[in-house]
C-alpha cells in the first residue's frame, strides 16, 4: 500500500543553522511529491512540488528538497533557518497522478531555538 | 494570485446536528477537489476526490450519506458534515487543484 513516512516526529534546532527534514515514500509507480507547512491554527501551505525534471525543487522561503528515486526519499532543506520557520511540515505523495488526490505523512514538528 | 477560501473558519455544533462548510476557489479553476479531516494528534485524511463532470469517489470509512458533497462549478465546493458527533470533530480541509491549494480549514467541534 502507498505510505508516507516522516521518521522525526520533531525537530529542534538553532536559529541559522541548516535543516533536513526526512520523508521517504512507499509508491511502485511514478511519484508526484510534496512538501506543506502547517502554521499554529492555520491550514496547509504548499512549499514545494516534484513532478518530474531536476530532482533538485526550490520552493517558497528558501526551501528545497531532492527526489532520490533509489532512496524513495523526498528531503525537505533549508540552509539557515528563522524563528518564524517553527511550525509542522508535511510531506505528502500523489498516487493518482495530477488529480489532487495526497496521502500524507504524520507531519514533523519544526521548533526553532532563537 | 490564486487562492482558497474556506468558511466558516470556526464552528460548533450540537451532537446530532449537521453543519455545512464552503470552499471557494479564487484566480484558477478547480477541476477537482479533495476534502481533508486532520482529527486531533493526526495526520490528515482523505474524505474524498470532487472532480467536475465525474462521481465523486469517497474514501474507505467515509459515505456520502455522512458527508455529502457537492461540487457544481469550477469554483465552488461544499461539504456537510450530517449528524455529527465527537469523533467528526477536527480541522477540515478543502484542496483545490491538481497541485492542491488549501483553504484556512474549517475547524468543527462538536458539543
Known amino acids: 500500500a502507498q505510505s508516507v513516512t516522516q521518521p522525526d516526529a520533531r525537530v529542534t534546532v538553532s536559529e541559522g543553522a541548516s535543516l533536513q527534514l526526512r520523508c521517504k515514500y512507499s509508491?511502485?509507480?511514478?511519484?508526484?511529491l510534496f512538501w506543506y507547512v502547517q502554521y499554529p491554527r492555520q491550514g496547509l501551505q504548499l512549499l514545494l512540488k516534484?513532478?518530474?525534471?531536476?530532482?533538485v525543487v526550490q520552493g517558497v522561503n528558501g526551501f528545497e528538497a531532492e527526489f532520490i528515486k533509489s532512496n524513495s526519499s523526498f528531503h525537505l532543506r533549508k540552509a539557515s533557518v528563522h524563528w518564524s520557520d517553527s511550525a509542522v511540515y508535511f510531506c505528502a505523495v500523489s498516487i493518482t497522478g495530477n488529480t489532487g488526490k495526497l496521502i500524507f505523512g504524520l507531519g514533523t514538528t519544526l521548533q526553532v531555538q532563537p | 494570485g490564486a487562492l482558497v477560501y474556506q468558511y466558516p473558519r470556526r464552528t460548533i455544533c450540537k451532537s446530532g446536528t449537521s453543519m455545512r462548510m464552503e470552499c471557494q476557489a479564487v484566480?484558477?479553476?478547480?477541476?477537482?477537489v479533495a476534502w481533508y479531516r486532520q482529527s486531533p494528534q493526526k495526520t490528515f485524511e482523505l474524505i474524498a476526490l470532487?472532480?467536475?463532470?465525474?462521481?465523486?469517489?469517497?474514501e474507505q470509512n467515509f459515505t456520502q450519506e455522512k458527508f455529502p458533497i457537492s461540487h457544481p462549478n469550477l469554483s465552488f465546493s461544499s461539504m456537510t458534515v450530517l449528524n455529527a458527533y465527537l469523533e467528526d470533530r477536527g480541522l477540515y480541509l478543502c484542496g483545490a487543484g491538481q497541485a492542491p491549494l488549501f483553504g484556512e480549514g474549517t475547524r468543527l467541534s462538536v458539543l
Open positions: 470532487s472532480t467536475v463532470n465525474s462521481a465523486i469517489k469517497y
Open positions: 516534484y513532478y518530474s525534471g531536476d530532482p
Open positions: 484566480g484558477f479553476q478547480a477541476t477537482s
Open positions: 509508491y511502485s509507480g511514478t511519484p508526484y
